[in-house]
């Protein structure tokens, strides 16, 4: 029997003992609350055998609960911050500001972003606080210590609204909450609750300044992300700076310059601003609306002039915006203060040999857990026929048949035509699909629910219209290959998760896509970057070069196959490879 490291959530139940990596027997009540360490798998190499596979409660599609709803134990993330960082000599404070934070405030990348970047700093030994709208929706459990720390007033239109201000620790990274007394960020879901939007973000950008003044905090660095947070910058140096706040200088972070925050002037004069006095060119006009009537003004061009430091996602996607689209001019002339730093993946969060949601750890030096997630996702979602194993027992040995995972939100920049494409031609090759994700659009949510009707049923393809955390993280441990063919891709996390857990990326060449993964027939002097398949076209027959040319090492080259996982698996997308970087534009805007 192969060894496995097989997961405390699926009735087994162990125990680090107090002489280092030796696991114990624990009694069952304790099942849901055991925390993991990472210290065995990330130092011992080989993992141990610790139990057969026969012991794993196999999952079914006629399960009640859907495999990946079942309970997990709980993960003490904030006790695995790495300890062997070097800390930086000169430490700052860093306060985020954001619409986003994974995982109590997650709806896509940004959320990864946030608390992957968070960590990486704290490690580093800078202080770090992420401030973030207290939505409804946050399961208040999820806040470590939560408490309410001041009570205090913020301006809209003509009034001060009271504002609550609650502190707390989320995977070990501290947060202030921030919950306005009015209708704002009420709802189910972080985004499309029943109030404006683009008001509210404006209502929160103030009340975070208002309460750094009212606390007398002083940060030296107030980090902005995306057109939610655009209007910060505006109000800080023409309001707050002018007030006391003297000492924080403005780093925005734009992760997808799709998304743009347009904005009316009275919108803006809304939360204490004169909005005309920025609709000129030179701020903060919507250069696409001039001669309109009425002209309007976009959050994230204002956010763009108005910052110290300007920063995206990729050093690709920076040459690809100053190249094309509206913002680029508004880019040129801030080329001095425009950076293109990769993002990084938290591997506190996202780490195989430790994952609490997987049936199986794994490493890079000891694959065989990734077979038993692979069986196990088969099985669960009825790739693999029941007959193959009864009860509680391990299948019979699964077929080899490659599996392909596209972990995505349903929008046109992800490449919707290549990935219903992928559906056809993976069943051509013999392969097998899953796709994860949810449409914002009701077209193309109709056309996927289609697609799931006429292939869930059968024995490859599964279409999975939902969001889930834990589903995520079982894909991509079970996959051979992650699927990411979009059209434009500023940076990019799922090529990087799926090599993380040894699923070989299939790539449109874009964006971050282009800075992370390199074609494995690439002639090269550097074989050992080499990581998975790339291809440059928009069309079928490119796409079909690179998913063949995957499907023929998988079959055909598997000690080859072996080899890449291995690689893509010691791949550095690690945010304390990177976070330095970010360190270095900090210290360049600050004040001495």
Not at 478 to 491: G, T
Request: charged share 20%.
């Amino acid at each position: 029997m192969s060894s496995l490291l097989l997961n405390a959530s699926h009735n087994l139940c162990f125990k680090l003992s107090s002489s280092g990596c030796q696991w114990q027997p624990l009694p069952p009540n304790n099942t849901h609350r055991l925390s993991f360490s990472r210290v065995c798998a990330e130092k011992q190499g080989p993992i141990a055998a610790l139990a057969s596979a026969e012991q794993l409660v196999w999952p079914s599609p006629s399960d009640e609960t859907p495999f990946w709803k079942r309970d997990f134990p709980s993960w003490d993330a904030g006790s695995d911050v790495p300890s062997d960082v070097v800390k930086d000599s000169d430490p700052m404070h860093i306060i985020h500001v954001t619409a986003e934070m994974a995982p109590i405030a997650k709806v896509g990348g940004l959320g990864d972003v946030v608390t992957g970047l968070a960590r990486a700093c704290l490690s580093r030994g800078h202080t770090v606080d992420v401030m973030l709208p207290f939505y409804e929706c946050i399961q208040r459990q999820q806040v470590v210590d939560l408490e309410l720390v001041s009570t205090y007033n913020s301006y809209l239109e003509g009034e001060w609204i009271p504002v609550n201000a609650y502190r707390g620790v989320v995977t070990g990274i501290p947060v202030i909450l921030i919950e306005p007394s009015n209708q704002f960020f009420k709802g189910k879901q972080v985004y499309g609750g029943c109030y404006n939007e683009l008001e509210a973000y404006l209502f929160f950008s103030r009340a975070c300044l208002e309460w750094m003044q009212v606390t007398g905090i002083q940060p030296d660095i107030i980090h902005v992300h995306e057109w939610q947070t655009g209007a910060l910058p505006l109000l800080y140096w023409d309001m707050y700076h002018h007030l006391s706040l003297k000492k924080p200088r403005i780093v925005l972070t734009i992760h997808n310059m799709e998304h743009y925050g347009e904005c009316r002037q009275e919108q803006i004069s809304k939360c204490g601003l004169d909005g005309s006095a920025y609709a000129t060119v030179e701020k903060a006009v919507d250069d696409r609306t001039i001669g309109h009537n009425p002209e309007r003004l976009s959050l994230l061009k204002g956010g763009i002039v108005y910052s110290n430091a300007v920063v995206t996602v990729s050093p690709t996607y920076l040459k690809e915006t100053l190249c094309s689209g509206w913002l680029a001019g508004t880019l040129i002339k801030s080329r001095d203060k425009y950076f293109g730093i990769l993002n990084g993946i938290d591997t506190t969060m996202w780490n195989p040999a430790t994952d609490v949601f997987l049936p199986a750890q794994f490493n890079a030096h000891n694959i065989e857990g990734k077979k038993l997630c692979k069986q196990y996702v088969q099985r669960g979602l009825g790739l693999i026929s029941e007959a193959s194993g009864s009860g509680n027992q391990m299948p019979d040995a699964a077929p080899e048949v490659p599996l392909v995972i596209c972990i995505t939100r349903l929008v046109p920049q992800k490449g919707l035509h290549l990935i219903t494409h992928a559906i056809k031609r993976i069943e051509e090759l013999g392969g097998q699909m899953i796709i994860l994700g949810k449409a914002s659009d009701a077209r193309v949510e109709s056309e996927f629910k289609h697609l799931a009707d006429l292939h869930n049923q059968g024995p490859s393809i599964r279409i999975l219209l939902l969001y889930s955390e834990e589903l995520s993280h079982m894909l991509y441990a079970a996959a051979d290959m992650v699927l990411v063919p979009s059209i434009y891709e500023p940076c990019g996390l799922s090529q990087m998760l799926g090599m993380r857990y040894g699923a070989v990326p299939i790539v449109r060449k874009t964006g971050g896509l282009a800075d992370t993964v390199f074609d494995v027939d690439e002639q090269s002097n550097h074989h050992e970057m080499t990581n998975g398949f790339v291809f440059e076209g928009i069309d079928e027959g490119s796409f079909n070069w690179a998913l063949d040319r995957a499907f023929t090492y998988h079959r055909e080259k598997p000690e080859e196959w072996t080899g890449i996982v291995r690689r893509v698996m010691e791949c550095d997308n690690t945010w304390n490879n990177t976070a330095g970087k970010y360190i270095e534009v900090y210290n360049s805007v600050r004040v001495a």
